[in-house]
């Protein structure tokens, strides 16, 4: 199972970015998958969330109203859309996958694809 993030980058306070996570090696269904952040010297936070079945989402009060997440189930591929963007967004996104088969259970991250919300 690989999980490649990508879309991240520079942007200005106020800007947007869409950040995409590709999930490939799938041979198990998925149950949800995830986005998480940590800024330096922070843990690692829950971003948003979204179950792969019935579409059930969950932000960070943080980011509600600013972030949406959405999936591709035929591209095994989830989004992370998010706008007015401020300085503390800052931080290395990771996009994390939960799944299942008959014998066993998954939880997998990407890499990390970094965000720098300018001021």
């Known amino acids: 199972v690989q999980l490649v993030e990508s879309g991240g980058g520079l942007v200005q306070a106020g800007g947007s970015l869409r950040l995409s996570c590709a999930a490939s090696?799938?041979?198990?269904?998925?149950?949800?998958m995830a986005w998480y952040r940590q800024a330096p010297g922070k843990q690692r936070e829950l971003v948003a969330a979204i179950t792969w079945g019935g579409v059930i989402t969950n932000y960070a009060d943080s980011v509600k109203g600013r972030a949406t997440i959405s999936r591709d189930n035929a591209k095994n591929t989830m989004y992370l859309q998010m706008s007015s963007l401020k300085p503390e967004d800052t931080a290395v996104y990771y996009c994390?996958?939960?799944?299942?088969?008959?014998?066993?259970?998954?939880?997998?991250w990407g890499q990390g694809t970094q965000v720098t919300v300018s001021s």
């Open positions: 090696g799938i041979t198990f269904d998925i149950n949800a």
């Open positions: 994390n996958l939960k799944g299942t088969s008959r014998n066993a259970k998954y939880d997998t």
